[in-house]
T-cell receptor, first 113, second 111 residues
Framework: DGGITQSPKYLFRKEGQNVTLSCEQN?????MYWYRQDPGQGLRLIYY???????QKGDIAEGYSVSREKKESFPLTVTSAQKNPTAFYLC????????????FGSGTQLSVL | DAKTTQPNSMESNEEEPVHLPCNHS???????IHWYRQLPSQGPEYVIH???SNVNNRMASLAIAEDRKSSTLILHRATLRDAAVYYC????????????FGAGTRLFVKA
């Protein structure tokens, strides 16, 4: 079955450490997104990519980095510059035409040790 | 970017219809209205979307006001599995990549 796979489901970060969250999709979608969700809040856009080798900052990109070297993969790195990284991270994809529906992964819960 | 406004929470009885409202007074002519729902500790799931006309699918119905400044998601018979946070968002061909999610409406379903 086609879908989006996020891993790991739970991740712990030590102070000063960079961690990378994985997002893989086999839907042949051009567009991919990363969102952050804090408890009881909506989703905030971190980065998005419309096509391979291209990505744009969202509303809260500071302290995060991404790459899009392959169509099916869009990893997110939470750097040590992100001082409050504890949150639920969601990856999504869409065909890429802007109005098409979003498909979401099951999320990664990141916590700080 | 056009935004949406939803009530923080709503309550329904099981097997009764539920009408979830959404206001989007600054909607543009090219904005599509999308609805998603999110269960605890899961990613949001697509429910339905539309542009101008009312839409039906196996999950729900979407009623869009004539002036498009509001819409209503209709769950015809609520079940306990429908208890979730429901998000109403706008997507268009130019700014769709910057889709904004608000806090949504938390739906409680009573048995």
């Amino acid at each position: 079955d086609g879908g989006i796979t996020q891993s790991p489901k739970y991740l712990f970060r030590k102070e000063g450490q960079n961690v990378t969250l994985s997002c893989e999709q086999n839907l042949n979608h051009d567009a991919m997104y990363w969102y952050r969700q804090d408890p009881g809040q909506g989703l905030r856009l971190i980065y998005y990519s419309q096509i391979v080798n291209d990505f744009q900052k969202g509303d809260i990109a500071e302290g995060y980095s991404v790459s899009r070297e392959k169509k099916e993969s869009f990893p997110l790195t939470v750097t040590s510059a992100q001082k409050n990284p504890t949150a639920f991270y969601l990856c999504a994809s869409s065909i890429g035409q802007g109005v098409e529906k979003l498909f979401f992964g099951s999320g990664t819960q990141l916590s700080v040790l | 970017d056009a935004k949406t406004t939803q009530p923080n929470s709503m309550e329904s009885n099981e097997e009764e219809p539920v009408h979830l409202p959404c206001n989007h007074s600054t909607i543009s002519g090219t904005d599509y209205i999308h609805w998603y729902r999110q269960l605890p500790s899961q990613g949001p799931e697509y429910v339905i979307h539309g542009l101008t006309s009312n839409v039906n699918n196996r999950m729900a119905s979407l009623a869009i006001a004539e002036d498009r400044k509001s819409s209503t998601l209709i769950l015809h018979r609520a079940t306990l599995r429908d208890a979730a946070v429901y998000y109403c968002i706008l997507r268009d061909r130019t700014g769709g990549f910057k889709t904004i999610f608000g806090a949504g409406t938390r739906l409680f379903v009573k048995a």
